[in-house]
């Protein structure tokens, strides 16, 4: 897979994806800036894993089955890998190189002390079918942590939000039987499908947020 954050942004032809849930939602651009709330919670992931890399002095206890270790071997450990699992949102399709959502999220988190390298595991226009369907290959890498941003093209396409849960269901239990901390990142669907789809739609991601050991956002581009 391509790696880091800092990689050149991935994207499809004419892909509109989110251009017009971030019109409704007042944002400029069709990918979610590092919002110091998606920032908090992303933090919370991190500290599972370890502490800020300046002026920790307590120990660093890793969980999910992974080693405890003193401060000063913190500080010399590689930095911790939180995969950006999404469409073209996370990968920050027609952005500048540096202003996508990854780039700012590692940027974000390195500032506030955390050793973190963001890795690129998003696809513009990419589905939760897409999604379950590459999770091997996307996690090549190891991550140590995940964030599930993905289903906004469900709803633009009007998929049976059954078959999305099924989808985003499967890719969670991926990642958890591999002890990988997870934080889902929801998603509304456009109004033109109509109020029962769109209620049943976000009810999706309310019940799966409600997992335990998922960290919950409730709506990506909120912020």
Not at 133 to 148: H, K, N, T, Y
Not at 194 to 215: M, N, P, W
Request: hydrophobic share 45%; glycine share 12%.
């Amino acid at each position: 897979m391509k790696g880091s954050a800092t990689d050149s942004r991935r994207g499809v032809a004419g892909d509109g994806v989110m251009a017009s849930m971030a019109a409704r939602y007042g944002l400029g651009i069709p990918a979610r800036k590092a919002t110091p709330i998606l920032i908090a919670l992303v933090v919370s992931l991190a500290s599972v894993l370890a502490p800020p890399a300046r002026g920790a002095r307590t120990w660093l206890c890793q969980t999910y089955q992974t080693q405890c270790l003193k401060p000063a071997e913190a500080a010399a450990a590689p930095p911790i890998r939180i995969l950006a699992f999404g469409d073209s949102l996370a990968a920050g399709y027609g952005l500048p190189h540096g202003q996508g959502f990854e780039a700012q999220l590692e940027a974000a988190l390195r500032a506030k002390g955390y050793d973190v390298r963001i890795l690129d595991g998003a696809v513009s226009g990419d589905t939760t079918a897409g999604g379950r369907a590459r999770l091997d290959w996307a996690l090549a890498d190891q991550p140590q942590a995940a964030i599930v941003e993905l289903g906004g093209n469900d709803g633009l396409r009007g998929i049976d939000p059954r078959d999305s849960e099924a989808n985003l269901s499967a890719i969670l239990d991926a990642l958890q039987a591999r002890h990988i901390p997870v934080l889902l990142s929801g998603m509304y669907a456009p109004p033109n499908l109509g109020a029962d789809y769109e209620t049943g739609f976000r009810a999706v991601f309310d019940r799966l947020g409600k997992r335990a050991g998922v960290i919950y956002d409730p709506f990506f581009l909120d912020g």
